[in-house]
C-alpha cells in the first residue's frame, strides 16, 4: 500500500454527488440527453455498471434478470437504460447504452462499422449487430440526441494485465476513430475488489492500492488514454444491499463522465444557457 492516496476523492459526499446527477442538465442547450456508450470484452462488467449505477439511485441493489459472462456476452442489441432519481422517478439526463462485447479482431464481437454506427446515432434502439442499413429505424441523418455522447471503455482489473494483443489494436483502434469524431473518451477499470485484499475490505482504499495503480496505468496503455481518464469502480455483484463508499466511487465516476461531456459539447454552443446547471468540481 501507499502511504499517501495518490488521488484525493471526499469519501463523506455521497448526498453532493446524487443531487449533482439528479440536478444535471447540459451546458449544452440543444442535449435533451446525454447518452453514454459502455463497450468492453465479455466480463467486463458494463452492465454490472449499469445495474450497480441504478441500484445506487434506488438505495438498494436490484435483482435483475441475469447478466452473465459467457464466452461471446449475453447482450447482442444496442439497449439504452435511463437512469432514475428513484423507482417510478423521473428519469435524469444520463442514459447509459449497452451493446454486444467487444471481440479479439473483427471477427468475432462488436465491429468497428457497427460501434461507429452506433456512436454516429444511425443505429436505432434494439440495432443488432452486423445488420447497419437493413435494420428498422435506421437514421441516415441523425441528430445530435440520437448519437453517443461518451464512449466508455470497460475493462477487468483480473484481466487488464494480459489483455491480448487483438483486444488491444481493437481498442486503440476504436479510441483513434472516436477521437477524430470529437467525443469524449474514458476507461472504467471494474472489479477492483478483486485484485487488492484492502480494497475488498473497503473500497476507500482504492488509491492507496500499489496493485491498482499499475493496473489502472496498463489500462490507459492498452486504450491508449492517459491515466487521468481511467476510473476504478466496484459493481454490485454478490451483496443484497449498497454500501455508502462503493456508492461514493460509482457515483465519482458518473460525475467525471458528466463533466467530460459538458467539458467537450460546450465547444458546440456560443455560450452556455442560463438555465443550465453543468457538473460542479
Request: aromatic share 6%; hydrophobic share 40%.
Amino acid at each position: 500500500m501507499l502511504l499517501n492516496p495518490w488521488r484525493e476523492l471526499s469519501w463523506t459526499e455521497k448526498g453532493s454527488l446524487r443531487k449533482n446527477l439528479v440536478s444535471f442538465k447540459p451546458a449544452c442547450q440543444s442535449l435533451n440527453q446525454v447518452r453514454v456508450l459502455l463497450m468492453g470484452p465479455p466480463g467486463s462488467g458494463k452492465s454490472s455498471f449499469i445495474n450497480s449505477v441504478r441500484s445506487v439511485m434506488f438505495g438498494r441493489v436490484l435483482l435483475l434478470p441475469f447478466i452473465g459472462t459467457a464466452t461471446k456476452g449475453f447482450n447482442k442489441k444496442l439497449k439504452s437504460y435511463d437512469i432514475r432519481s428513484e423507482r417510478g422517478g423521473k428519469p435524469t439526463a444520463l442514459t447509459l447504452c449497452d451493446v454486444l462485447a467487444l471481440g479479439d479482431g473483427e471477427t468475432t464481437g462488436l465491429t468497428l462499422p457497427d460501434a461507429l454506427a452506433v456512436i454516429n446515432g444511425h443505429a436505432p434502439e434494439g440495432h443488432k449487430v452486423g445488420s447497419i442499413s437493413e435494420t428498422s429505424g435506421y437514421r441516415p441523418v441523425p441528430s445530435i440526441n440520437d448519437q453517443i455522447h461518451c464512449a466508455v471503455f470497460v475493462l477487468n482489473a483480473c484481466q487488464v494485465m494480459t489483455t491480448s494483443e487483438d483486444l488491444t489494436e481493437t481498442l486503440r483502434t476504436l479510441q483513434a476513430e472516436i477521437s477524430d469524431l470529437d467525443i469524449p473518451q474514458v476507461v472504467l477499470l471494474t472489479h477492483v475488489d478483486q485484485v487488492c485484499h484492502a480494497v475488498q475490505e473497503d473500497v476507500k482504499f482504492v488509491y492507496s492500492s500499489r496493485i491498482l495503480q499499475e493496473k489502472m496505468q496498463k489500462a490507459a496503455e492498452v486504450v491508449g488514454l492517459p491515466v487521468s481518464y481511467v476510473l476504478p469502480v466496484k459493481n454490485y455483484s454478490s451483496e443484497l444491499s449498497v454500501s455508502c463508499n462503493t456508492d461514493i466511487l460509482l457515483l465519482s465516476a458518473v460525475h467525471h463522465i458528466l463533466q467530460a461531456v459538458d467539458d467537450t459539447f460546450e465547444d458546440y454552443c456560443p455560450s452556455t444557457p442560463a438555465d443550465a446547471s453543468p457538473v460542479t468540481v
